[in-house]
């Protein structure tokens, strides 16, 4: 048997996704506030809120619920996370497009497309100070495992670990882009709130898919 959930569950997923982020609100603007101007949590919550809303009463696959994702991201979230995300969401979209089953190894390029999407249109990586240092690591330890063998399940536990691990990593980093890098070593001591809006994510999309494989 190959564990695996269906994609016709996409607007369940990604209103997952935002119940997430608008529950942290306050708590996304709180860290961001530290070296930042405060509003990530606000952007990030108008946007997914957004979200939802355009989702109700609608049962799309999850490549459709995605499109929604971003669209409403890039259109209503200001700076340069709408962009990032954006770009996030809909490469992983495009991994599963048509896709009625998704399996680890979908899952995993749907994750690949993600990452692969965004490093389109940012250079940062880790160690930079960003979402990336959450992103990277919870793709790679999902791979990683996927392709040892490791059960689904397994491979998303790895990939939150890693998730938290690389979120927990920036509190440790002088930021080397956005904002925040103008502070230099005054930077150091703090989370980044993209690293930790990501965490929120990649932790709630493994909690969400789990129960469904």
Do not use: W
């Amino acid at each position: 048997m190959n564990p695996h959930f269906s994609s016709a569950d996409g607007s369940a997923i990604v209103r997952d996704l935002v119940t997430v982020i608008v529950a942290n609100r306050e708590y996304l603007s709180e860290v961001d506030g530290a070296i930042g101007d405060g509003d990530h949590g606000i952007n990030m919550a108008k946007g997914f809120a957004h979200c939802g809303r355009a989702l109700e009463g609608r049962e799309l696959s999850l490549a459709e619920a995605l499109d929604e994702l971003t669209l409403s991201l890039m259109e209503g979230i200001g700076g340069s996370m709408g962009p990032l995300y954006g770009s996030l969401f809909i490469g992983m979209a495009n991994e599963v497009r048509g896709a009625g089953q998704i399996d680890a190894a979908a899952f995993a390029r749907l994750l690949r497309g993600g990452l692969t999407s965004l490093q389109d249109i940012t250079e940062a990586g880790v160690g930079d100070k960003c979402l990336m240092d959450t992103l990277i690591p919870a793709v790679v330890a999902f791979e990683t495992a996927q392709a040892s063998g490791a059960s689904f399940q397994e491979a998303l536990a790895r990939m939150k670990s890693a998730a938290s691990q690389g979120r927990d990593s920036t509190r440790d980093l002088v930021a080397r882009i956005g904002r925040a890098s103008r502070l230099g070593e005054r930077s150091l001591g703090v989370l980044d709130a993209g690293a930790v809006s990501c965490c929120l994510i990649l932790t709630r999309l493994a909690d969400s898919i789990g129960p469904r494989l």
